[in-house]
């Protein structure tokens, strides 16, 4: 059942792909019969669509990489986070992929996560530091199933592809807006006649229009597809876990989050499992987010309390949001059985703001091969990889600690 929907957003990723790649093509036209009159248009669509290819070969090879590297992710290894890596691997088997996804923690105080890479046999899943030190087991599977399931659905290759489009048309109009404001308005003066001038003029309009346009409409057809892969998402990380309000309550506690999230970018924003902006209000940011209202989100898995199963997924959403024709092919829910949702099996995690804020830092800390030392008197001693001395004193009781046995060292 799991292949139809695969199978449909493979669909859907080459029909995104091939409009974007179009808003690219039509921009270069324009750009090219400005910069280039009077058939300039056609060196703008070749070079258009060489920056088309190589972008594709990019976002295949390498665009996992550039995306970690934008959100300022950092590779860690089990020893960081024990727990974490323990999560990813449980929701690995669940999920059947063939290799364990590599494990990345971003330095942010604002709960969050996401899923990039080419494929199953080679995925990332990122999550920031105070999501880790925010949440419970139970919540943090929630959330890792969630990423998985981008994974399994092969939503990855079409986030990390699109991105880079993306990021390629806002780059490519943001270099001629600002080519116009310095460049006193191309080359439209080069017409030889009056009518060739006039004409010169209304390309450059048209230009500008789209140079402004392109990335919101590149912007929109992201949004019209990855909204529904969020929903398929949450439905297969429901599957995996067998726990609804695992993801409902991680949920809650991202959508409850205060802090500015500020690794994130437009191209970027997509990826994550919540609107990474905070905006002028949550509800401004749910309706300007490709992401579906949080809250929305919430009332689904909520109403999802006697079945874990694809089938109780459809009949909540159809429920909350009053649409018959659900989210899941019917062809995805033929011979799909009871799942009835398991018990809770962690409720605890450190609520107060300066508990999560320092969890935050010491999972940071960890993941720069920070040395922990915990003295007698109750201190915990934070020593950073560059520090050589011998021997440290505790600030608090005096007690002075040997390094020679120092991990590391």
């Given at each position: 059942m799991i292949w139809e929907l695969i199978r449909a957003n493979r669909r859907r990723s080459v029909t995104l792909f091939l409009m974007m790649g179009l808003v690219l093509v039509a921009l270069g036209y324009l750009l090219g019969s400005v910069f280039f009159p009077p058939d300039g248009g056609f060196i703008g669509v070749a070079i258009a669509l060489i920056i088309w290819l190589v972008q594709a070969l990019v976002a295949r090879y390498s665009?996992?990489?550039?995306?970690?590297?934008?959100?300022?992710?950092?590779?860690?290894t089990p020893d960081v986070h024990p727990q974490l890596f323990h999560v990813v691997e449980e929701m690995r088997l669940a999920g059947g992929l063939p290799a364990m996804p590599e494990v990345y923690?971003?330095?942010?105080?604002?709960?969050?996560?996401?899923?990039?890479?080419?494929?199953?046999?080679?995925?990332?899943?990122?999550?920031?530091?105070?999501?880790?030190?925010r949440l419970n087991r139970d919540e943090l599977q929630g959330v890792v199933a969630h990423e998985v399931s981008h994974v399994m659905n092969r939503d990855i290759r079409f986030l990390t592809y699109a991105g880079i489009m993306l990021g390629t048309v806002v780059l490519i109009s943001e270099i001629y807006l600002r080519g116009m404001l310095w460049g006193g308005?191309?080359?439209?003066?080069?017409?030889?006649?009056?009518?060739?001038?006039?004409?010169?003029?209304?390309?450059?309009v048209l230009a500008v229009a789209l140079a402004v346009l392109a990335p919101i409409m590149a912007q929109l057809l992201y949004f019209a597809i990855s909204r529904k892969r969020e929903y398929l998402a949450d439905a297969?990380?429901?599957?995996?876990?067998?726990?609804?309000?695992?993801?409902?309550?991680?949920?809650?506690?991202?959508s409850a989050n205060t802090v500015e999230m500020k690794s994130a970018n437009k191209v970027?924003?997509?990826?994550?499992?919540?609107?990474?902006?905070?905006?002028?209000?949550?509800?401004?940011?749910?309706?300007?987010?490709?992401?579906?209202?949080?809250?929305?989100?919430?009332?689904?898995?909520r109403s999802m309390m006697h079945d874990a199963s694809f089938n109780g997924?459809?009949?909540?959403?159809?429920?909350?949001?009053?649409?018959?024709?659900?989210?899941?092919?019917?062809?995805?829910?033929?011979?799909?059985?009871?799942?009835?949702?398991?018990?809770?099996a962690d409720t605890g995690k450190p609520e107060?703001?300066?508990?999560?804020?320092?969890?935050?830092?010491?999972?940071?800390?960890?993941?720069?091969?920070?040395?922990?030392?915990?003295?007698?008197?109750g201190l915990r001693l934070k020593l950073p990889p560059d520090y050589r001395l011998p021997r440290v004193k505790c600030p608090r009781c005096?007690?002075?600690?040997?390094?020679?046995?120092?991990?590391?060292?």
């Open positions: 665009g996992n990489r550039i995306l970690l590297a934008l959100s300022g992710a950092r590779k860690v923690i971003i330095d942010e105080q604002a709960p969050n996560a996401f899923a990039t890479g080419r494929d199953p046999s080679h995925s990332a899943v990122a999550v920031t530091a105070g999501l880790v030190a308005g191309g080359r439209y003066r080069s017409g030889s006649s009056k009518g060739s001038g006039q004409g010169q003029i209304i390309m450059m297969s990380a429901v599957r995996l876990t067998r726990y609804p309000a695992g993801l409902a309550s991680a949920l809650e506690k991202i970027t924003a997509p990826l994550y499992i919540a609107n990474p902006f905070l905006g002028k209000g949550r509800k401004m940011a749910d309706l300007t987010s490709t992401h579906p209202p949080i809250s929305e989100r919430i009332r689904i898995l997924y459809q009949q909540a959403y159809a429920s909350v949001r009053g649409d018959a024709e659900g989210i899941i092919p019917i062809s995805g829910l033929r011979d799909e059985k009871v799942i009835v949702p398991r018990e809770a107060d703001v300066r508990d999560v804020r320092r969890d935050a830092g010491d999972i940071m800390m960890r993941a720069g091969n920070f040395t922990f030392i915990t003295c007698d008197c005096g007690r002075v600690h040997e390094l020679d046995q120092r991990p590391g060292k």
